[in-house]
């Protein structure tokens, strides 16, 4: 398994600061990032979150997936590789 994880459906409100600290309680985060639209810089509603390994990967996404954040059900599963 990857520890790098998907994270959908977040709130417009939230940024990398907030990620860390949500997933923070379930391990250490390597590196986490909002994906923002190019023109606007407002985010897209999605991002990725790197765990420090497999187990603080798979227990963030057990605890997050479905989970309400600000209003918003999130989608967290393990991140697809780039094509």
């Given at each position: 398994?990857?520890?790098?994880?998907?994270?959908?459906n977040?709130?417009?409100s939230?940024d990398?600061?907030h990620?860390r600290t949500v997933?923070?309680?379930?391990g250490?985060?390597?590196d986490?990032?909002?994906?923002?639209?190019?023109?606007?810089?407002?985010s897209r509603?999605f991002?990725?979150v790197?765990?420090a390994?497999d187990?603080a990967?798979?227990?963030?996404?057990?605890?997050?997936?479905?989970?309400?954040?600000?209003?918003?059900?999130l989608t967290?599963?393990?991140?697809k590789p780039r094509?």
């Amino acid at each position: 398994m990857s520890s790098k994880l998907y994270v959908g459906n977040l709130p417009f409100s939230s940024d990398a600061a907030h990620l860390r600290t949500v997933f923070g309680e379930f391990g250490e985060v390597v590196d986490a990032v909002v994906i923002t639209d190019r023109d606007t810089g407002r985010s897209r509603g999605f991002g990725f979150v790197e765990m420090a390994n497999d187990d603080a990967a798979q227990a963030a996404i057990s605890a997050m997936n479905g989970s309400d954040l600000d209003g918003r059900q999130l989608t967290v599963n393990v991140a697809k590789p780039r094509r």
